[in-house]
């Protein structure tokens, strides 16, 4: 199967391409140039194995060149003992014909884990096949959550170095610990001084600079990127929608064949992208429901058709959520249009930071998917009443997906057995979660202090995170980002 990019369908290129080279030469997304179907029977029979031979399954279909027990050791690398979770992508059913699907067992604690775990995999071996001698280096501004997923899933792995750039201002005090004590003998670690937009503004213009590039070349390092558009950390995450249908099978919530539907935490699109994919391929979906926090251009997009990034960019207790640009919608519209509209919308969208897709497209949209937000304050309230309701406790991530659904259950009407994507673990981001409990201040250790406050145990990974050395103290300047990469590559 060839994979083509978003903004030209005459430019195909194989899997290995598509994932070596992340972005297409045009600027666009690689696609693949079908979706292999899944029958019936065959998800019948996905029900039996466990969740890593569905993963080898489903992702076999989409990758040819590679042979099956490459990507069988693939898979039993990146699902293994580094989940703290036998079924490593489980579900727990609340009421209200809801199911939790927990996507945060991995080391990290959050749902990025069940790609990045296995991109650096899909990675090395797809610049192998393509010949490429020389060492990536993979360059990542994060926002919190991803930089420490791929630290981990890049950690050690030979023939990579990783780098992780985080805003001073603007991660989780758990997040930033998270990083300063990564492990690992290719990663390195910096704050830089400023938001995530001077981290993410400083990594651009480094991967821009044709010079830093020859230069590198001539030392044997090229940069890579490690975010959402990698066809390689797409294609993992149709397997968990495909694996949640099965579960819901195997716990007789459903019948053969019934529809679900999905509630997702949407940031860049790409979790709910992935859940779209696995509609096409044929899972029985009913509708997808797309939530947002206070950051709302989805939801403004998915009910009125109109792109508008001109407004204000809000901070929440969401921050993965907190994006103004989703780039992987344009693979969505790409699938319900063509390549010529799709850099027309791109074009517009870069020159006036807004474009209106054609009635059919929205009605396509429509079809699919629904969509709905929620603010920081019902975020908190929702955590609070499911706890005190079902003794389950969210993040606040996933708390928006849930009072999206239950908001969209009431308007619709649309009772269809659902299942809430949970995209990371409470303790993660335990601040907030204690503030949306109300529970006592002046706490020492936020870990400690959720654990008593509710009960629940905090995850193995976060186990003495507080007491690890911290090996990352290092905070720059923007202007200085380049030299630090520099002097790490020489
Ligand atoms: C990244 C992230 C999201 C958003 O996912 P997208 O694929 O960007 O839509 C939601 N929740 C958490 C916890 C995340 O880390």
Not at 110 to 125: G, I
Not at 187 to 202: E, I, P, R
Not at 267 to 276: E, M
Request: net charge negative; aromatic share 10%; charged share 25%.
């Amino acid at each position: 199967m060839k994979y083509f990019s978003t903004r030209n369908n005459c430019l195909k290129v194989t899997a290995s391409q598509a994932i070596a080279r992340g972005l297409a030469p045009d600027g666009g997304l690689f696609v693949p140039e079908v979706m292999p179907a899944l029958t019936q029977s065959e998800l019948s029979s996905l029900c039996n194995l466990h969740y890593r031979g569905r993963a080898l399954y489903i992702m076999a279909k989409f990758l040819y060149e590679f042979e099956k027990e490459e990507l069988e050791s693939f898979v039993n690398a990146a699902y293994g003992e580094n989940f703290y979770h036998p079924d490593v992508a489980p579900l727990r059913f609340l009421g209200e014909g809801t199911a939790m699907l927990e996507l945060w067992h991995g080391p990290t604690c959050a749902f990025k884990d069940m790609a990045l775990q296995m991109l650096p995999h899909l990675l090395t071996a797809s610049l192998r096949k393509n010949g490429e001698r020389r060492e990536v280096c993979i360059l990542v501004a994060t926002s919190g959550d991803t930089g420490k997923a791929a630290l981990e899933g890049f950690k050690d792995v030979e023939g990579t170095r990783i780098i992780v750039f985080y805003p001073r201002d603007g991660v989780s005090d758990i997040q930033k610990l998270q990083m300063t004590t990564q492990a690992g003998n290719n990663v390195l670690v910096s704050a830089v001084a400023g938001n995530f937009d001077d981290a993410q503004t400083g990594v651009k213009a480094i991967f821009r600079d044709r010079e830093f590039e020859k230069m590198l070349d001539g030392r044997g390092f090229f940069l890579s990127s490690a975010n959402s558009i990698n066809w390689g950390r797409l294609l993992p995450q149709i397997v968990y929608y495909i694996s949640a249908y099965c579960e819901l099978l195997k716990a007789n919530r459903i019948k053969v064949g019934e529809k679900v539907n999905f509630c997702v935490p949407t940031g860049n699109f790409g979790n709910i992208l992935a859940a779209w994919y696995a509609k096409e391929m044929g899972l029985p979906v009913n509708k997808l429901i797309c939530a947002s926090n206070r950051n709302n251009i989805l939801t403004d997009f998915i009910n009125t058709g109109v792109y508008d990034r001109n407004r204000e960019f809000h901070t929440t207790i969401s921050p993965s959520m907190d994006i103004l640009i989703s780039s992987n919608l344009e693979r969505l519209l790409y699938a319900l249009s063509s390549d010529v509209d799709v850099s027309n919308y791109m074009s517009q969208l870069n020159e006036t930071g807004k474009y209106a897709v054609s009635n059919e497209i929205k009605e396509a949209v429509n079809s699919d998917f629904a969509a709905g937000h929620c603010s920081d304050e019902d975020t908190k309230a929702e955590i609070k009443r499911v706890f005190k309701e079902y003794n389950y406790l969210m993040d606040t991530h996933t708390a928006v997906a849930y009072k999206v659904l239950r908001d969209y259950r009431q308007a619709s009407g649309d009772m269809t057995a659902s299942v809430v994507v949970s995209t990371a673990s409470p303790f993660k981001f335990a601040e907030d979660v204690l503030d949306a409990l109300g529970a006592k201040t002046g706490y020492e250790s936020p870990l400690k202090a959720l654990t008593e406050a509710t009960g629940v145990t905090s995850p193995v990974p976060l186990d003495g995170l507080e007491k690890r050395p911290v090996r990352f103290s290092e905070c720059v300047e923007k202007s200085e980002m380049l030299g630090l990469v520099d002097s790490f590559l020489s």
